[in-house]
């Protein structure tokens, strides 16, 4: 690890510390209270990248939702089987950013808002 991290992480060599911190089936519970004890070590915490796709079942993918977009040689498609759903992700995104707040996160990027898919 760089130095600065572990127990210098207060006085190390960074001026925020990044986070990519998806959150998916399998690290559903315990999801805030990890992302509480970066958040009071004395450095501005931003979460980096943190998203779903809008369809049904991809809050529980986040990173791994984009999964479903084929590339072949007539472009991007979407496999079949897959309901399109926006307020999915909107819920999904809103209630992340309600946990970021509570930790006390300093900010929070959207990956990938929209796809042209």
Known sequence: MPSGYGSGWTGGPF???GLNYHRVRQNRLGYA???RRHCHRGKPVVITEFGCGAFDGAAA????????????PAGPTVEAGHTRNE???ARYLAELLGIYRDAGADGA???EFAAPY
């Open 15 to 17: 001026d925020v510390a």
């Open 33 to 35: 209270r990890r992302l």
């Open 61 to 72: 993918l986040s990173p791994a939702s984009h999964s479903i977009v084929q590339h072949g």
């Open 87 to 89: 307020l999915e992700q």
């Open 109 to 111: 990027f959207v990956f």
